[in-house]
């Protein structure tokens, strides 16, 4: 079997499993531009592989994701008979560590919500109940904002308090519930999307633009980071660029500190945050407890006070 056809196998394969699979089938695609798709696996060179991988400039995490895609698919290869070996370098340098996430600070969460007034005058597409609405919804249930986005107003149980989520980072469904004033929240803005128009009727989706459509990514990300240049929030150096999905992060975190102060048992509280934020592994809800100085101190705190409770035993 030729490269080409390899390797769109592979995707398939993959995607069947439940991967989407978008950022390595990109890599392994653009890869088949600069060589020969029709040859073997075997006849991709070293060479080849060395010149996708190197890119122009200093080690990134894009290197990182091009080697790592070459790597799972040449074990494919191999599993399947279609290449004996592998033409990846063995002496490969660790990739960069990955900046930590932006996190917002309570303040700044209430500076967002007070400054939807003035975005009110400007907005278009979106208005500010249905954006402070969004920013509630991915705070208050830690939802991916594609997630949030795809909400129908079946998928909303006012009754219950639970979100139904489907089509989510690994083709899964799981029930979110929503907490009293999450639910308060969803409830009052239900009633005003009702006016709106409803192209599809209970399948039309919760949130929405003035006319009814669904909200659109690119308009939704555009209109926040407005909202954030307004209110005078840019990050700092070193962390992730705040954004929306920041406030998936801001959840996380604030999530833990609030166990760690409420004497909580949080190792075995984390598998529980790791399935109703919808992680498949636990490890994957680590990358979002990144030690913020409040979360830092109330760990500290805890570890303080367990000291002096064994000393006095």
């Not at 660029?241 to 833990?256: C, D």
């Not at 760690?260 to 048992?265: F, I, L, P, Q």
């Amino acid at each position: 079997m030729n490269v080409r056809d390899a390797i769109e196998q592979y995707i398939l394969w993959r995607r069947s499993l439940g991967a989407k699979f978008a950022t390595q089938s990109f890599y392994l695609r653009h890869f088949l531009k600069g060589v020969d798709g029709g040859v073997g696996c075997d006849e991709i060179t070293p060479e080849q592989v060395r010149a996708f991988i190197a890119g122009a400039g200093p080690l990134t995490s894009t290197r990182a994701h091009k080697y790592s895609a070459l790597a799972g698919f040449y074990r494919y290869a191999i599993s399947r008979g279609y290449a004996t070996r592998r033409p990846l370098p063995d002496n490969e340098p660790k990739p960069p560590r990955p900046a930590p996430p932006y996190v917002y600070s309570h303040g700044e969460l209430r500076r967002l919500l007070d400054g939807l007034e003035r975005h009110a005058r400007r907005a278009r597409q979106i208005d500010a109940d249905t954006l402070r609405t969004l920013i509630l919804l991915l705070y208050g249930a830690g939802l991916r904002a594609g997630e949030a986005r795809r909400l129908t107003l079946a998928d909303v149980d006012l009754k219950e308090s639970v979100l139904t989520v489907r089509l989510s980072k690994f083709f899964k469904t799981r029930l979110v519930p929503a907490g009293p004033q999450l639910a308060g929240v969803l409830a009052a803005y239900a009633g005003r999307r009702v006016r709106h128009p409803l192209p599809e009727g209970r399948n039309s989706t919760f949130l929405a633009n003035r006319d009814g459509t669904p909200l659109v990514k690119r308009s939704v990300d555009g209109s926040f980071a407005l909202l954030l240049r307004r209110v005078g929030i840019h990050g700092v150096e070193g962390c992730l660029r705040p954004g929306l999905h920041s406030l998936r992060h801001t959840f996380a975190v604030h999530r833990v500190t609030a166990w760690y102060r409420e004497g909580a048992d949080v190792q075995r509280l984390l598998p529980v945050l790791s399935t109703y934020l919808g992680h498949a592994r636990l490890s994957d809800t680590q990358v979002y407890l990144s030690m913020t100085p409040e979360l830092l101190q109330e760990a500290s705190l805890r570890l303080e006070r367990h000291a002096r409770g064994g000393s006095h035993a």
